[in-house]
């Protein structure tokens, strides 16, 4: 497995493992013995970096990875989230956001407990809190990183001068948002200015929700409890019309004997070195197929007729539900 450093100096493996789905929004939560074996199974693959947060669940993800990762805790670097309003004895969200700090605090002590260890490699503030000045925010995790409790400090869906200012104060080793050939939305605004400011890009939802890997259509049917439900991008017709993209990248796969999934996360590493995609899965088969990608080399006329031909294409549908994009790219 390939190394990428983020930041200044946390070096991580080339691709992390996003471990939400395996306990939350996509489903029903899978086998928990299962589960602790694939990470495992990741981790001897070459993955260093997996990713859970607070919310998934709530805490039913942390407590997984925590209890998985253990063995091998100095091995790993553990990422998770703190900023939503979440009681801490039920779990039950109340809504909205809470970043102030001595919420941080708490919310960093109970995940340590969950994660059963004791430092978090990087603690992200997992949508802006406009309530609390993210300089607020920035000089918790200040303390908690002066405290050895906290490693790495990182936002995710935050706006590029939020990032300036939160830099300012503690530097951001790595910000996290959505990015992939189905929503290449950061390019504009956000990559110039992680790359100015030497801050690591991790993608979430890297095969857009699972559309890259080319295993739905518009006939495809969810669980209920699925979030792309309620995603615009991820109605019928919305999938009917965006499968334009998906053929452009089996095109790809056919082309570089791969297949589209690892197309379109080599694309992803393509794009820079500092870059670090967490794709997930509960399968065995789509891990060993997602860190595959490492290996596909898309030339730079590959990489041209990409987006050349996907500069040409109209993608239907918002990448998230309204009241949710309200929280991103502030």
């Known amino acids: 497995m390939q190394r990428r ?10 691709l992390g493992l996003g471990c939400m789905s395996m306990s ?22 070459g993955v260093t970096l997996f990713d ?11 407590e997984l990875v925590g209890e998985a990762l253990q063995p091998i805790r100095e091995k790993v670097v553990i990422a998770t ?38 430092y978090i490699d990087l ?34 869906e935050a706006g590029v001068q939020t990032i300036r200012r939160a830099h300012a104060v503690q530097p951001i080793t790595a910000v996290q948002s959505e990015y992939s050939l189905f929503w290449r939305g950061p390019e ?11 801050i690591g890009f991790v993608p979430f939802s890297p095969l857009g929700a699972g559309f890259l890997a080319g295993k739905i259509d518009e006939n495809t049917k969810f669980h209920p409890t699925d979030f792309r439900n309620h995603v615009p991008r991820f109605s019928p ?28 996360l ?34 730079g006329d590959d990489l041209k007729q990409i987006n050349e031909a996907a500069s040409r294409l109209k993608l239907e549908g918002a990448r998230l539900p309204e009241a949710a994009l309200k929280m991103t790219g502030r």
């Open 188 to 198: 504009a605004e956000l990559l110039p200015t992680l790359e100015e400011l030497g």
């Open 5 to 14: 450093t983020l930041g200044q100096n946390l070096e991580v493996s080339a």
């Open 266 to 299: 080599a694309w992803l590493l393509a794009q820079k070195p500092w870059i670090v995609p967490i794709p997930g899965t509960t399968k065995l088969h789509r891990l060993e197929e997602n860190l595959g990608a490492v290996n596909i080399q898309l030339t």
């Open 52 to 62: 859970t947060a607070e919310s998934y669940g709530p805490f039913t993800n942390e």
């Open 81 to 118: 989230k703190f900023g939503f309003d979440i009681d801490f004895e039920t779990g039950e969200r109340r809504g909205g956001t809470n970043s102030r700090p001595e919420h941080i605090r708490l919310v960093a002590e109970t995940c340590l407990k969950r994660l059963r260890t004791d």
């Open 123 to 156: 603690f992200y503030q997992h949508r802006v809190d406009p309530e609390v000045p993210i300089e607020d925010v920035a000089g918790a995790a200040k303390e908690l990183i002066a405290e050895g409790k906290v490693k790495h400090f990182g936002l995710s």
């Open 24 to 45: 939350a929004l996509y489903g029903p939560p899978a086998d928990k013995g299962e589960m602790i074996k694939l990470i495992r199974t990741a981790h001897d693959r």
């Open 237 to 264: 017709e919305a999938r009917k019309a965006n499968m334009v993209l998906v053929d452009l990248v089996k095109a790809v796969a056919e082309r570089k004997g791969a297949t589209p999934a690892q197309v379109a």
